[in-house]
């Protein structure tokens, strides 16, 4: 069974990035299409983008583009969501998900505050 | 960018009621789009997949149905710990969006 494990909360200033870690277990990560989807308190769901193993290629919400780098590590079957230019509203829970939606991360609390 | 409106945006319902939940997609994206459950404090919980396929171990009073541009979700007989917001999601096209909410309290 795929188990997503996120790292932990990160505080950031504005201006600044954050890159948060989401570790694959049970698969490996090129064998999974990981999504990033955030949610800032109180507020619903937002899609940022996701990392495509079988081709490599990586397709960003127009909202994030040229902000945000998705990748992976395959020797630790790990993927990585960095997002720069940090500013306040970026401040909310960030979730690795599969493809299918059926497997989600646990959430990485970012804070983005001077 | 497809657009996916729900309504309605709250519902308060009685236990055993049956409860509905629409979704309408500002463009047809056939059958990709699939409905998750979030209860306070915790992670999206996916339902319904492909708007009609059942997911193991989802109850299944939960069920989906529609095609095109209209979408439901139905609970039928509502329990407590139904509790959640509900939302849809469509994989049809990029940017992959999600609708707005819909927030279902028990009465």
């Known amino acids: 069974q795929v188990q997503l494990v996120q790292s932990g909360a990160e505080v950031k200033k504005p201006g600044a990035s954050v890159k948060v870690s989401c570790n694959v277990y049970g698969y490996r990560v090129t064998q999974l299409a990981i999504h990033w989807v955030r949610q800032a308190r109180g507020k619903g769901l937002e899609w940022m983008g996701s990392?495509?193993?079988?081709?490599?290629?990586?397709i960003y919400a127009p909202k994030f583009q040229g902000r945000v780098t998705m990748t992976e590590d395959t020797s630790t079957d790990t993927a990585y969501m960095e997002l720069s230019s940090l500013r306040s509203e970026d401040t909310a829970l960030y979730y690795c998900t599969t493809e299918a939606g059926d497997r989600w991360g646990q959430g990485t609390l970012v804070t983005v505050s001077s | 960018e497809i657009v996916l409106t729900q309504s309605p945006g709250f519902q308060s319902v009685a236990p055993k009621e049956k409860v509905t939940i629409t979704c309408r997609a500002s463009?047809?994206?056939?059958?990709?789009l699939h409905w998750f459950q979030q209860k306070p404090d915790q992670t999206p919980k996916l339902l319904i997949r492909y708007a009609s396929q059942s997911i193991s171990g989802v109850p299944s009073r939960f069920t989906g149905s529609g095609s095109g541009t209209d979408f439901t979700l139905t609970i039928n007989g509502l329990e407590a710990e139904d509790a959640a917001v509900y939302y849809c999601?469509?994989?049809?096209?990029?940017?992959?969006?999600f609708g707005g909410g819909t927030k279902v309290e028990i009465k």
């Open positions: 990392f495509d193993p079988e081709d490599g290629e990586t």
């Open positions: 463009e047809s994206i056939g059958s990709s």
């Open positions: 999601q469509q994989s049809s096209s990029s940017p992959l969006t």
